[in-house]
């Protein structure tokens, strides 16, 4: 009899997965390369072994690999500790350190030594020591009768028990997660590092070229990255920050290849991806496409509408409502994609033929459709009945996050839930922080007319789901939207930042009592109340089944096609994808070579425009051709800088700042982006249209040696040599 191992991951390296043969998807577990994987990405062209990305016993990949403060991925490049990542993930270390005086958003960044790296309170990289197979412990007496809340239940105290029972070095940590569902567990031993000092950062004008029109897409021409330092004790162990630390010497640190990539050569993605969900049933695809993504495309489009009307007409609001607009663009644009890439591919017919064929496969086996037989069909029954929850769901949550008064409120309604509990005096400390940052970007006329916007969202949904004050007020100004946000914003106290900061601090049972009389307040309580007593325990109810059929029917899939490899959606942890260059066609007519160079970056310059300017530095660099050994010849003559490239490997979110590997295991480029098309690939991936975007990794070495004059960094790397061709 086949055993669950052989079974669960299939008998063939090739991948195939969604009913139809496809390139190389999926973000595999290292530790199982070397039994899955390992012959295909050698056929592909790989050089090295699996042991050698990772093994426990000696200094591999893995051990050069970093989670970067739990929400990107970094890689150690120097026997010094010294990490690369995304300008994007280290942007908030370098806002905290500039001011007006010294603007390292707008200029830069540039330690000249070790004395001049900034610390930063907060942020840390984990390493992975080792990675385990902990299943059949964590689900000892779990049984498929259960329900939810019960299996849940013997989970976590198997997982209490586990941690326990984990032997650990003194600075190791345990996680267990999760993975295909909860049919399987995988235990991780971390080392935590918590001092990481900044080292450098390139202006926004390069590490963030492009800004939001160039967000999501292809042909990109962006520098991001950002250069960090780990720091250790004296025994090279993790230590809190100390003037006395002294740079951290790592097991294994990444070789940088300077040769640059070709038509269809290996890459390999290796990093922390965040959040997947390849295995969903065709209704749950349907309704992303059809309901939820829609929905919430709908409510920023309004906001982001508003936002854009007052910022082209005043510049202090341009200033206070940039950061807001990109963060509620980032998700609106590729939910947009995400629809598009479905749509170009057939996502959602593809789904159906593949379930139709588990379907037939599945009913010719007594055994398994005694088993199974079902599961498909009562899923796919459970999604349509979550449906008018949850867009009331993203409804609520988009369009009540969006309007900043309630936000206000919301706040300070968390704040009198704290009154009289324990950490009662850190929950004050976190809501005033948040409440004053709130405040100082806070335009009155422009959230008043996001509410006028966004509102008629909220009265155009099914009676039930709407909140009774709500119906009495757009009643008692005329339904008129106007109006009724006129008369909530005129002269509310919620938005006074001095009296409730102030209030907040001295007493704040006054500002509670507002909430009784205030209209505003009145109004979101009455829709926060009407959500969590209505719709959030139905939307429970549904998705603890939906959780439970989720997980049969991934262990019925690999049942059933158990001639097929199956890899774990993405969970934040450490993950390896592997693929090729490749050119890019999103549309008919449309093609797109698979690099750019500093060429693109002169096209698109526009002076002054805080998108598309260019540094008077990095234009006379140019201008000079003064590339160094990073420059390539130019078939026109001359020499040219890479810039960016994509390629066909699978990533999300999460994977910002990984290392982007060649055949023989050495640092090309940095991974930053996904194509517009193809973010699709977090539900469907398909090759003909998913591309990763990574800035080359000679263009970052010569923006540190030729821009920012930081040479010293360079020689701390390994640099194997460049192909002939290129400017020495």
Known sequence: ???????????????????????????????????????????????????????????????????????CTGEVVSEKGLVLTNHHCGFESVQKHSTLDKNYIRDGFWARNGAEELPNAGLYVTFIVRIDDVSDQVLKGVSRQMKEPERQSIVDRNISALKKATKLGNSENVLISPFFEGNKYYLFVTETYTDVRLVGAPPSSIGNFGQDSDNWMWPRHTGDFSVFRIYAGKNNQPAEYSPDNVPYVPKKALTISLKGMQQDDFTMVFGFPGRTTEYLPSEAVRQIMEVNDPAKILVRDRTLSVMNRYMRANEELKIKYASKYAGIANAWKKWQGEILGLKRTDGLQKKLQYEAAFQKRLDASDLLKARYGLTLRDLNNAYKAIEPYALTRDYYLEITSKIELFSIIKKLRTLKAATGKPGYEKELAKQLESLTELYKNLSIDVDKDIFSALLPLYMEQQASYIAPVSRQQFEQYGN????????????????????????????????????????????????????????APRLNELQARINGLQRDYMKAQTEVFTDRSFYPDANSTLRVGFGKVDDYKPADGIAYNYYTYLDGVMEKYKPGDYEFDVPEKLRQLYQKKEYGRYGVKNPAGGYRMPVCFIASNHTTGGNSGSPVLDANGQLVGINFDRVWEGTMSDISYDASICRNIMVDIRYVLFLIEKYAGAGHLIREMKLAHAIPGSRK
């Open 480 to 535: 008129d939207y106007q109006r009724w946000a006129g008369a909530l914003y005129a002269g509310n106290f919620f938005l006074d930042a001095s009296k409730v900061l102030k209030g907040a601090t001295s007493d704040p049972s006054e500002i509670f009592r507002y909430f009784e009389t205030d209209p505003a307040a009145k109004l979101i309580i009455g829709m926060t109340d009407l959500y969590d007593m209505e719709i």
């Open 1 to 71: 009899m086949m055993t669950f191992f052989k079974k669960f991951f299939g008998l063939t390296a090739g991948l195939l997965c969604m009913g139809l043969a496809k390139a190389d998807e999926g973000m595999w577990l290292p530790q199982l390369l070397e039994s899955l994987n390992e012959k295909r990405m050698q056929q592909l062209g790989m050089k090295i072994s699996a042991k050698d990305i990772y093994d426990i016993n000696k200094g591999s990949l893995k051990d050069a690999i970093v989670s970067f403060g739990g929400f």
